[in-house]
Antibody
């Protein structure tokens, strides 16, 4: 059974760095074809893909946010970490992590964590 | 970037109705399209991938079709549990979501 859970601060101040952790179980990020991605959703808005890290430690970022995002993994802890510096109120959103299957689809999602950016 | 556009943005329907949602991609994405259902306060749930393949456990009243740039999600007979927001997503080049279609009670 695949599960994922996001953790991190629910409130950050403008200009601060956001660090979110995705802790997963039921699969290995060392398995060929597998990945873990981050997707966010601003209140009342659509979903926006942010980043993905693959089984071979390669990663990809949304072109519009590439300069601000870093995704890393700790396979021994079954964790993936997303870092986003210089947070702004427009970054207020629910941040989800999701399992990326070998068919490139996000088929399992965490429950999400609402991050509010406010002074 | 590949853009995906859904229509309509809101759809009012009754239980038992046949419902169709359309998704258009800004360039050909072959069949690399997925559909998700999202309920308030919950994570999206995968319904269909590769344009027409039903995810395991998803009721057969959901179906998807299309290829290239035009795709549809059809719910053959709307059930009370189906009132939600639906998103299409292309995965031909990275991942891009449509803006969503809210299916509400008429």
């Amino acid at each position: 059974q695949i599960t994922l859970k996001e953790s991190g601060p629910t409130l950050v101040k403008p200009t601060q760095t956001l660090t979110l952790t995705c802790t997963f179980s039921g699969f290995s990020l060392s398995t060929s074809g597998v990945g873990v991605g981050w997707i966010r959703q601003s209140p009342g808005k659509a979903l926006e893909w942010l980043a993905v890290i693959y089984w071979d430690d390669n990663n990809r970022y949304s072109p519009s946010l590439k300069s601000r995002l870093t995704i890393t993994r700790d396979t021994s802890k079954n964790q993936v970490v997303l870092t986003m510096p210089n947070m702004d109120p427009v970054d207020t959103a629910t941040y989800y992590c999701a399992h990326r299957s070998d068919q490139s689809i996000f088929n399992y999602w965490g429950q999400g964590v609402l991050v509010t950016v406010s002074s | 970037d590949i853009q995906v556009t859904q229509s309509p943005s809101t759809l009012s329907a009754s239980v038992g109705d046949r419902v169709t949602i359309t998704c258009r991609a800004s360039q050909s994405i072959s069949s690399w399209l997925a559909w998700y259902q999202q309920k308030p306060g919950k994570a999206p749930k995968l319904l269909i991938y590769k344009a027409s393949t039903l995810e395991s456990g998803v009721p057969s009243r959901f179906s998807g079709s299309g290829s290239g740039t035009e795709f549809t999600l059809t719910i053959s007979s709307l059930q009370p549990d189906d009132f939600a927001t639906y998103y299409c997503q292309q995965y031909n080049n990275y991942w891009t979501f449509g803006q969503g279609t809210k299916v509400e009670i008429k």
